[in-house]
């Protein structure tokens, strides 16, 4: 009979370590991780939510707090467990700008469904737990975008003001060379 039940519970067994597998795949390939409670959010208006953060460079993925826990077991995510992996769970992750997918994340799915909240976050890169704080804090950061504009902002400036310096050069001298003819001129006139 023991035979039986084994056997009965091996391709469950499999299946669940495919999906675990696959998690594991998704945080291989991902910078940012946000674990979501993400109670109060019906079916369809989840679906637009998968839908939305897939086109911003994320993917949502609502899965078995005991399986998303295996696929965490060797991060610094797994020292948090009674605080992520308790009640409804959406981890979602970032595969591009992790700070647009996270103003997404407060924007459009925290402020707006008063029951949902941020559990935590990991940052993959630097095997980090991030508190709900932490993750609310890479919101307020510049995108990507915003980053570089500045960056190029800040280079463009002093260079702008160099060429001005080196294009008054020679105007000065052009200006004093002028300057010293035509008191030579009025000097030899009188």
Same mark, same amino acid.
């Given at each position: ?9 091996? &391709? ?16 291989? %390939? ?14 369809? &208006? ?5 839908? +939305? ?28 467990? +009674?605080?992520?992996?308790?009640? &409804? ?7 591009? +700008? ?13 402020? %707006? ?18 508190? /709900? ?8 950061? /510049? ?14 400036? /002093? ?10 050069? &020679? ?13 030579? %001129? ?5």
């Amino acid at each position: 009979m023991t035979g039986y039940v084994v056997d009965v519970n091996r &391709p469950n067994l499999a299946k669940k370590k495919e999906l675990i597998q696959g998690y594991k795949e998704r945080l291989k %390939k991902a910078n940012l991780v946000i674990f979501l409670d993400f109670t109060g959010i019906d079916a369809w &208006p989840m679906s637009q939510l998968r839908m +939305d953060i897939r086109d911003k460079g994320g993917e949502m993925v609502v899965g078995r707090n005991t399986l998303l826990f295996r696929a965490f077991m060797d991060t610094a995510v797994a020292e948090h467990e +009674d605080e992520v992996f308790t009640g &409804p769970t959406a981890a979602i992750f970032s595969y591009g +700008d992790m700070v647009e997918l996270t103003k997404y994340v407060i924007d459009e799915i925290i402020k %707006k469904n008063e029951s949902t909240k941020i559990k935590g976050g990991y940052l993959v890169e630097h095997n980090q737990f991030l508190t /709900p704080q932490e993750v609310e804090a890479i919101a307020k950061l /510049p995108s990507r975008e915003q980053a570089l504009a500045m960056l190029i902002g800040a280079i463009r400036g /002093p260079v702008q003001k160099l060429y001005s310096l080196l294009r008054a050069v &020679p105007q000065n001298l052009l200006l004093t060379l002028k300057a010293y003819e035509e008191k030579k %001129k009025e000097g030899g006139e009188s």
